[in-house]
């Protein structure tokens, strides 16, 4: 069973109740049943992972580069994207490490999950936006790209044992990844948000994209600080 769908928002004035149908978009109908009703089940397995695939893909383009199509987003959900790059970023960081224990990964996982749902509360319980649990949690997991982009850069220059000393440019490109996952989210949830309740949704996950920031860039600086160490040893 796929992680995704698609929901349609309709807010009822009368009962003030939250209202909408969860619809799974399929670009190509085929193999319908008898009701007319399109079925993954009869569909070959490498259709439904190459569908998936490739809609994960189009959703992480969207959240690196927001747009007006970055609406996509939150019409068809998914929780794939988020869980892919919360496992990639928390295994680049521990593949950075010299030690043996998974600690890194742990807390990289924990950290970005813990405070997705926390941010999540806030917006949909706390607040009460109109936006639904999965959508912010697919919204703020998928504007994680900028972050990876930067974890990804470090693991290479780790790999080829480039610019160890360049502590600055390192501290400026977590800084500048968690500024535009910050400015990527806000542009694709600020719609869904009533604007007297923008700053007290909105600035704790800014908060979120800081926290993760603070810990790449910990775990930068401890990483530049064995590779001196060892250069050091090694001399």
Request: glycine fraction near 6%; proline fraction near 3%; hydrophobic fraction near 50%.
């Amino acid at each position: 069973m796929a992680l995704s769908g698609s929901l349609d928002n309709e807010l009822d004035s009368d009962s003030g109740q939250l209202e909408g149908d969860i619809i799974l978009s399929v670009p190509e109908v085929r193999g319908n049943n008898k009701d007319g009703v399109y079925d993954t089940l009869d569909e070959p397995i490498l259709t439904s992972i190459t569908r998936d695939l490739k809609a994960v893909g189009q959703k992480l383009l969207f959240a690196l580069l927001p747009t007006s199509t970055t609406s996509i987003l939150m019409r068809d959900w998914d929780l794939w994207g988020p869980l892919f790059l919360c496992t990639y970023i928390g295994l680049l960081l521990q593949g950075m490490s010299e030690s043996l224990d998974s600690s890194r990964f742990t807390a990289t996982f924990l950290l970005i999950w813990i405070g997705k749902a926390l941010v999540t509360y806030n917006a949909v319980f706390v607040q009460k936006t109109t936006m639904s649990i999965f959508q912010c949690v697919c919204v703020v997991g998928y504007c994680l790209v900028p972050v990876a982009v930067a974890v990804t850069v470090f693991e290479v220059l780790h790999i080829l044992h480039v610019g160890t000393d360049q502590v600055l440019l390192r501290l400026l490109l977590v800084a500048a990844s968690v500024g535009w996952a910050s400015f990527a989210s806000i542009k694709i949830l600020r719609p869904s948000t009533e604007e007297e309740k923008k700053i007290v949704v909105l600035g704790p996950i800014v908060l979120f994209y800081v926290s993760v920031g603070i810990l790449v860039a910990l775990y930068m600086y401890s990483d530049l600080m064995e590779s001196v160490t060892s250069e050091l040893i090694s001399h």
